[in-house]
């Protein structure tokens, strides 16, 4: 939790003010029994009416004064636990954006979200807290016992001994708690990862028929979560009787004191009046500290999961070298690469070496889960390789700035994703800097061009969440123009043309290989047709290169290969 207090320094004022404008409130309310013993004392035993109405105002002056104090202190710890966690939000975005593939498979999606949203969310409530009762309840106690001893010393002692007890009520269940909130947010992750596969995947999940056991997996997640809450949440509740009761104990106290003194004329009545309300007054700030602690415990597991995250250090290191791709022939080599994915039982690719050329169309062939995906996310370094070494256009990938290879290379993902906004704004992620004309020309190569054409406003149509507005084909389309915006001299295509019809795939990839320059396109795909006339084609079978080379020559030497082929043609034209 120190640790979260390092975004506060930018906002140091309004962190100063919100704790001293409550200490103001603090000290106004120590005066007010102060007052109340004055008015017994000397107004009421007196029978002073007009000394009583000016006691009075003046309690009156000081509650309207406390009064500002508070809300004005009340802004400004807002203010400051807001943009605090405003800037926090900010650096846990920036750090999931540095992280790489591998990175998120580890950290998990759903424990992400959830720091994001829930755990942000208690680390500003417990921040508004602690700005605005982290000096005034240990400062009222402290001033309520030295008012009391002020008003009497022997009495007073009972706060001394109270305090204490008090204490250790309190810093107890603060210590048995904080493990258990801890707890609770780990199981809130497994809640909102099954959540959210059952958002994503809900199609998958009526097509099947499974709604009564994915019902029965969420309640046996959300049961383990109550269970959770309870647990915790019953050890809490044992803070504010405990703190009555000693508090209550302690009043008794005072009062037997106060009136043993008040017989002796040791003591006036308005004073142990007095200390009465400040033994009250520790009572109520005693259990603002118990809710502050509650609070504050439920910030810290959170502050300390959001901290696990800021800590995270990507596992990829990237150098300073930016690419020249007119210095090498080859766009891609492969020399003995080999990967296996962190926690898996075995390699997802082993052993793959070849080259390919500048301009050269790639096709890549297998069978589902055969590697086709874990190779094409190789060379823009979205993985690692285990073993061997990738170059693009000559060197290591190892060697090239992040930005500067990326930039070279894009890549359309097996399942289209469109952003909020608009097609013009989805289009440009690509190139920020794009014009009209090579928006329009990057649609006419990816056969989208219709598409925007059909819509009422053109490029300005609204693309809703997900592009759920669109088809699949039409977002496969808009996805591979997003793409050949940014003007990549390496395009891949990770089966995104299975949505589109034969005739549209054709087409498609016609226009992609009458485009200018020495573009190099991989084209990965389940479809033997969409990889016919490629210049090279890559056969994959469980994680092994087992072809290489054209149509007509695999089919004679790649056993791998033919099966497809023959899978998907009738025999006749095989033969």
């Known amino acids: 939790m120190i640790r979260m207090l390092r975004f506060l320094k930018n906002h140091k004022k309004e962190s100063i003010l919100a704790p001293l404008f409550k200490m103001l409130e603090a ?18 035993v007196g029978q002073n009416s007009r000394y009583v109405l000016i006691r009075c105002g003046y309690m009156v002056l000081l509650g309207v004064i406390g009064l500002a104090c508070s809300i004005t202190a ?80 022997k009495t007073a002692l009972i706060f001394v001994a109270t305090i204490p007890v008090l204490s250790v009520v309190v810093f107890g269940i603060m210590l048995k708690t904080m493990p258990k909130y801890k707890n609770v947010q780990s199981r809130l992750d497994k809640i909102t990862d099954i959540t959210r596969e059952n958002l994503t995947g809900v199609r998958v999940v009526r097509a099947f028929g499974r709604e009564t056991d994915e019902t029965s997996r969420f309640e046996d997640a959300n049961s383990s979560l109550t269970k959770s809450q309870l647990g915790v949440s019953k050890i809490s509740a044992l803070m504010n009787p405990l703190t009555f009761v000693i508090i209550n104990l302690a009043i008794v106290a005072i009062l037997k004191a106060g009136s043993i003194q ?24 005693l259990v603002k500290l118990a809710n502050l602690i509650i609070q504050m415990t439920k910030a810290a597991a959170c502050a300390e999961r959001i901290n696990s995250v800021l800590a995270m250090e990507p596992q990829m290191k990237f150098g300073d070298m930016k690419v020249d791709f007119e210095q090498t022939e080859n766009a891609v080599e492969f020399e003995h690469v080999s990967l296996t994915y962190d926690g898996a039982g075995e390699a997802s690719l082993t052993d793959l070496s070849f080259t390919v050329k500048k301009g050269q169309t790639i096709g890549i062939i297998g069978g589902t889960g055969s590697g086709k995906t874990s190779l094409v996310n190789l ?26 290879l990326r930039s070279k290379i894009s890549v359309v993902m097996q399942k289209a994703q469109l952003f909020s906004g608009t097609i013009r704004s989805n289009l440009m992620l690509g190139n920020p800097n794009a014009t009209d004309e090579q928006l329009w020309r990057a649609l006419e190569t990816a056969q989208a061009s219709e598409v925007v054409r059909g819509k009422t406003n053109g490029l300005d149509e609204v693309v809703e969440q997900g592009g759920r507005n669109f088809s699949g084909g039409q977002k496969q389309r808009l996805s591979v123009a997003r793409s050949l915006v940014s003007e990549p001299q390496i395009i891949v ?68 290969y033919r099966d497809i082929y023959a899978s998907q043609f009738h025999k006749e034209e095989l033969a």
């Open 379 to 404: 060379f823009p370094r979205y993985y690692d390789g285990t073993s061997g070494s990738v170059k693009v256009f000559g060197h290591d990938i190892r060697e090239y700035d992040k930005e500067s």
């Open 74 to 153: 009340q802004f400004f710890s807002a203010k400051a636990s807001v943009l605090a966690c405003a800037e926090v939000r900010h650096a846990l975005f920036d750090k999931i954006q540095s992280l790489g593939f591998s990175d998120m498979d580890t950290a998990g999606t759903g424990t992400l979200i959830t720091r994001m949203t829930s755990d942000v969310n208690q680390l500003q409530n417990g921040l508004n807290l602690f700005l605005r009762l982290f000096m005034r309840s240990p400062f009222v106690v402290f001033g309520a016992m030295v008012m009391a001893f002020i008003m009497d010393g």
């Open 493 to 560: 295509l990770d089966d995104s043309s299975s949505a589109l019809d034969y005739a549209t795939d054709a087409s498609l990839r016609k226009a992609l290989k009458e485009l200018h320059g020495h573009m190099t396109v991989f084209i990965v795909s389940q479809r033997a047709n969409s990889i016919l006339h490629a210049d090279q084609i890559l056969v994959l079978d469980e994680g092994k290169l087992v072809g290489v080379g054209k149509h007509e020559d695999l089919l004679n030497i790649c056993p791998v």
């Open 262 to 285: 008040v017989n002796l004329g040791a003591l006036a009545m308005g004073s142990v009046v007095a200390l009465v309300n400040y033994m009250n007054q520790i009572l109520l700030e």
């Open 27 to 44: 000290l106004f309310d120590l005066l007010i029994p102060f007052i109340m013993a004055d008015i017994i004392n000397n107004g009421i």
